[in-house]
């Protein structure tokens, strides 16, 4: 039997598992998920699943030999680019063949007011640049800080909590790790999310800037449009490269046919 393994939680993980498991598990096919374990109560695919990591490419490739995988494909998050070099070294070691699938990144439409900058070291510069001209053209002493919706994850907290004049509201699914600064609000919430509730965020928390990673797909889309209607620049990271010689692909349905072998 021709066996898959799948890494990644993503919506489209979770299809591809469907697919596989469904239409041609009756035709030789055994597919096998690895979740990381970075997310609590995670939306399991069907089939069967593994949690926790594999400790580096080293690890992964001994478990692809050990598991006589087949066929490798990666549908992490399209941040999770250690991950994508730990499968791309593991297979290059193994002869594993390796596919990456990757959801559409997002697009800037009539109306959109977004700056791309290439990592959430440079989305920090661009907020610190932001609060000094706020700082210079400030009218009286004390005007408020700049309110930042920060949507690009908890581990990311650390890169923007040491910013001056800034507030932040922070979403993510977990909570950060302690301590979490005065004048940071931590949102714990899950998409996806509608234009109607993220409209109604900005406007309770008056926010003037938002920040978000390049993850495409429809879950948290919403923020964009909210933004959008409500004139709010937006601050894009944009993804890391993939490794160079790795074969990409957008949806399921074309990981599912190529995984067929």
Request: aromatic share 4%; no cysteine; charged share 25%.
């Amino acid at each position: 039997m021709r066996r898959v393994l799948i890494l990644g939680g993503t919506a489209e993980a979770r299809a591809l598992a469907a697919e596989l498991s469904g239409e041609l598990s009756g035709r030789g096919v055994h597919v096998v998920s690895s979740l990381a374990g970075r997310v609590s109560n995670p939306r399991l695919p069907v089939g069967e699943v593994r949690e926790g990591g594999f400790g580096g490419p080293d690890g992964l490739a001994a478990w692809l030999a050990a598991e006589r995988i087949d066929a490798l494909v990666d549908a992490t998050h399209p941040f999770a680019a250690r991950m994508t070099a730990s499968a791309a070294e593991a297979s290059a070691r193994t002869g594993v063949p390796l596919l990456v699938l990757r959801r559409p990144g997002w697009r800037e439409g009539p109306g959109d007011t977004w700056q791309r900058v290439p990592s959430l070291h440079a989305a920090a510069a661009r907020l610190s640049e932001t609060a000094a001209r706020r700082s210079e053209a400030a009218t009286r002493p004390g005007d408020g800080p700049v309110r930042v919706f920060l949507t690009t994850g908890r581990r990311s907290l650390p890169v923007f909590t040491g910013l001056a004049g800034m507030w932040l509201l922070a979403r993510s699914v977990d909570p950060p790790e302690p301590p979490v600064p005065d004048h940071v609000h931590v949102l714990l919430d899950r998409g996806p999310y509608t234009v109607e509730g993220e409209r109604a965020l900005i406007r309770e928390h008056r926010l003037d800037v938002l920040v978000t990673k390049d993850s495409g797909g429809p879950m948290t889309t919403a923020k964009l449009v909210a933004a959008r209607e409500l004139g709010l620049p937006v601050i894009m990271v944009d993804r890391p490269p993939p490794p160079a010689g790795v074969r990409l692909v957008e949806t399921a349905a074309e990981a599912a046919a190529w995984a067929q072998g």
